[in-house]
């Protein structure tokens, strides 16, 4: 539904950086108007999709900016903490992120993020984990040793509801059949990013890999069996700040990111994740799909027509009508619902125990303009000398829909059974003015409809 949003915030330069250069703005910009018009419209080939998980790309990496920036603070917090980070080589050229709690300031770095875990139904529903994985990692921009993971079905966000209601059962459907572990994303850290310099070896059992600078490499594990992996960072790189040595076994495959600037052409050559064809189809015969193409019947027919609220039908029967005769039409809006709080009127000090009691309507109930919903106190001569008699009006005319009593709100819908007779109101008299001069003073234009409380002239 935002698609266009994140168009027009993150721009079409960041959007074509994630897509092939052989495609045409105009192409993507026309498909991205119309995800917008259809959301629930499937991508229909290579092309489309690449588009959708650009525009991913871009919403993950604006909504990281806009969490750090609304968040944390980024400059160093006091004396001692610059002082205690001189020491630490790695401190001087990340980023930290501080948050402050209680007197104490707390920090973190990209580089401390372990697990990344992708959630929503673009990445629940790609053709391969290697896509997935780019659009997580292109987004987020980790840094150091990440492991990534995506939500299956995309159900990680109803597990915290249904926890409520049975917590071990939300606890084994998250640990079992949630999430899918794509991959271990390698990002080293370092101040001298010059083409060719060495950065480290990775060593997957016997095979060994020498990663330098502007290197792009993808390390699939085509047995699924864990392989054991160690790590030699050289001077002036680093991982982590506390080693420039590590050993761990995994199962994943792993994806190692040294670029100056890692692009889609670079990606998709190690990663594998599109085999674009090499016809395209025209605009028309792409966008056409968008929308179901309803063949239109002839001759006699039955239908039905209720209109959803207060109105006319505009047809006689026999009358010949085409795809265009308009049938019927509601005379108003759509009812106004009306929520109406009476824990907010404190002068009644009504709560969840005595609301029931001091209530004057039940639901179903038509309720006047003026009648009174609720009314508190003690009725009794004597007692009215010592107790103050509180009620309340309703301010609206409608039917009760519904009563909580718990939160002490009324649900109202307006009812339209409005007359269609004009009324006649003599502004200029009320106003005390000229007829000839009345005009500025009109709030309402000829044929709009006035609610009772509205404002028609001041």
Not at 81 to 105: G, H, V
Not at 267 to 281: S, W
Request: with cysteine.
């Amino acid at each position: 539904y935002s698609i266009s949003n994140v168009q027009k915030d993150a721009g079409m330069e960041q959007i074509f950086h994630w897509l092939p250069a052989e495609f045409e703005q105009k192409y993507v910009r026309n498909f991205i108007a119309n995800k917008m018009l259809y959301p629930t419209f499937i991508a229909g080939n290579a092309q489309q999709v690449a588009i959708e998980q650009a525009i991913a790309r871009a919403a993950i990496g604006m909504s990281k900016k806009q969490h750090m920036d609304m968040n944390f603070n980024t400059k160093q917090i006091g004396f001692l903490d610059k002082l205690k980070n001189t020491r630490d080589d790695l401190e001087k050229i990340t980023e930290a992120f501080y948050f402050e709690q209680a007197q104490e300031a707390k920090k973190f770095h990209m580089h401390d993020i372990n697990i990344m875990i992708g959630s929503g139904g673009i990445l629940a529903h790609t053709d391969n984990n290697e896509q997935a994985l780019a659009m997580i990692y292109d987004g987020f921009r980790p840094e150091g040793i990440t492991e990534i993971w995506k939500d299956r079905y995309f159900i990680s966000p109803h597990m915290g509801k249904l926890s409520a209601v049975n917590e071990q059962l939300a606890s084994r459907l998250l640990a079992e059949d949630c999430f899918d572990k794509i991959g271990i994303a390698i990002r080293p850290i370092g101040r001298k990013w010059k083409e060719n310099t060495l950065i480290m070896t990775i060593q997957i059992e016997e095979k060994s890999y020498q990663i330098k600078v502007g290197d792009v490499l993808y390390l699939p594990n085509e047995t699924g069996k864990e392989r054991n992996i160690e790590i030699q960072m050289e001077k002036g790189f680093y991982l982590k700040p506390e080693f420039h040595n590590f050993k761990f076994d995994s199962d994943l495959p792993i994806f190692i990111d040294a670029a100056i600037q890692l692009d889609f052409a670079i990606e998709n050559e190690h990663l594998k994740m599109f085999d674009f064809q090499t016809e395209k189809t025209s605009l028309h015969e792409d966008f056409v799909t968008f929308t179901q193409q309803k063949k239109i019947e002839t001759g006699q027919q039955f239908h039905q027509v209720e209109l959803p609220y207060e109105g006319s039908i505009l047809v006689q029967d026999g009358q010949e009508v085409t795809a265009d005769t308009v049938i019927g039409e509601n005379l108003f809006d759509p009812p106004k619902v009306y929520v109406i709080s009476l824990f907010d009127k404190t002068y009644l000090h009504l709560n969840p125990e005595n609301v029931a009691e001091a209530l004057r309507i039940k639901e179903g109930e038509e309720v006047k303009h003026g009648q009174r919903l609720a009314e508190i106190g003690r009725k009794s001569f004597i007692d009215e000398i010592q107790f103050q008699h509180y009620y309340f009006d309703s301010p609206v005319r409608g039917r009760v829909e519904k009563i909580n009593y718990d939160s002490g709100t009324i649900i109202m819908r307006e009812i339209q059974d409005y007359t269609s007779k004009p009324k006649t109101v003599n502004v200029a008299k009320i106003l005390n003015i000229k007829p000839k001069n009345m005009m500025p003073y009109i709030r309402k234009t000829l044929n709009d409809f006035v609610y009772a409380g509205d404002l028609i002239a001041s």
